[in-house]
């Protein structure tokens, strides 16, 4: 995923060198950005409350294949993460407190809710008998949840109330190995460093596909889906190479005509992008990653060079606020899907239908009251802990070069 939101901040770069004559600081704001994250949770929560197992009728039919490519959310969770993480590292990478910073901040966005999450899921609803089914106790799935490897797990061991947090596993492995990368590389280093894993992470899936690899572990093994992160890494450096960023800047439009491009090529080498198979799995997952890595960078340089038109739908309140209440959003529809949504669904009779009314009002259903208690969640406790992200704000210093 992974799906955690992330702050679109990015921090203005002070150069003393000749290249400042040509270097802008980046806006502190990138509203459309904002947008891309409400979009892709929306794809996500949609996906993973869709009934439509057996559809019949083409109202359903084609309503069950829009929510089964929801998964692709996750993809352009995993871009955007990578762009904006390596624009923060880049930028504060001359910092004295570059590393303080970056993992206290990091530790105040994620780990509050994700464990507040674990300790209600492991001790509280079965204490209070209320948790439907088999506890998480009875199976081998706590442990590796607790420090975040549920993703190396989880394919061998599909039994999991908590599904989901396989992406942020993925995520929180990138947190911890790519702050050390780009310490000791400028803006051009860490571009060709994220295209050479982008290839190796392809290669990676197509080898372990091969081998027989149980599909779901190539979904979900870190280094099977490091090209999206990378390739959005590649365009945060991308913008921070000055002669790059002029051009750039100037082709909103064309980068996102060349993301559209690149969707439909990939669409149709990957059967439409689903989410397993060897050909989806190997091109598939590299062209989306690389469509969404220019839709991100077209919508980065949209709002940079303040670019009207088209970005407008992702600049608009609703998108921004899912964007903002994201992170909430994905740690928790989950939980809410099996503890309040299909017990409800069984008291009403309704769990084996899978026709088209039922699911359209179960999933908007779902989608608003994941809204909601992600709303309550931010405003009510996460908060708390953001105001404390002042305390490690970085030391500037910075160069990109």
């Given at each position: ?130 948790w439907p089914g088999v506890s998480l106790r009875d199976q081998p799935h706590e442990l590796w949840l607790t420090v975040y490897l549920s993703n190396w797990v989880e394919p061998f061991y599909p039994r999991n109330s908590l599904p989901h947090f396989w992406s942020l596993a ?82 909103p439009v064309q980068l996102l005509w060349a993301c559209a491009a690149v969707l439909l090529v990939g669409a149709a080498l990957s059967h439409a992008y689903v989410a397993y198979g060897l050909a989806p799995q190997t091109l598939g997952y590299t062209f989306l990653a690389i ?111």
């Open positions: 995923m992974s799906v955690s939101t992330r702050s679109t901040r990015i921090t203005p770069v002070d150069l003393t060198s000749a290249a400042a004559e040509s270097w802008r600081p980046l806006p502190q704001r990138m509203p459309a950005l904002d947008g891309l994250r409400g979009l892709a949770i929306l794809l996500v929560v949609m996906h993973n409350f869709s009934l439509l197992s057996e559809p019949q009728g083409m109202g359903a039919r084609l309503l069950a294949s829009w929510l089964e490519h929801g998964w692709v959310g996750v993809q352009l969770f995993f871009v955007l993460s990578g762009f904006l993480i390596t624009g923060i590292l880049l930028d504060t990478r001359k910092a004295s407190n570059y590393f303080s910073s970056f993992f206290g901040r990091r530790v105040l966005r994620i780990f509050p809710l994700y464990y507040a999450t674990l300790l209600v899921m492991f001790a509280v609803l079965p204490m209070l008998h209320v993925v995520e929180e492995q990138f947190y911890v190995v790519w702050p050390f990368l780009v310490y000791r590389c400028n803006a051009r280093q860490v571009l060709k460093l994220s295209l050479a894993i982008a290839v190796a992470a392809l290669a990676i899936r197509y080898a372990l596909l091969s081998a027989a690899l149980p599909q779901d572990a190539v979904y979900k093994f870190s280094v099977c889906r490091m090209d999206a992160l990378a390739l959005g890494a590649a365009a945060a450096a991308a913008l921070r190479l000055p002669a790059w960023r002029d051009r750039l800047l100037g082709r469509g969404f890595s220019s839709l991100v960078l077209a919508a980065a340089c949209a709002d940079i060079s303040g670019t009207a038109g088209w970005p407008a739908p992702l600049r608009g309140t609703v998108l921004r606020r899912l964007g903002l209440y994201s992170y909430a959003m994905y740690v928790l529809h989950i939980p809410l899907r099996e503890v309040i949504g299909l017990p409800l669904l069984r008291a009403l009779g309704l769990e084996s239908h899978s026709d088209l009314m039922t699911t359209l009002v179960y999933v908007a259903l779902g989608t608003v009251a994941s809204c909601a208690v992600a709303a309550a969640s931010y405003h009510y406790f996460e908060v708390h802990f953001l105001r404390l992200k002042r305390h490690f704000e970085p030391a500037h210093g910075q160069e990109v070069s």
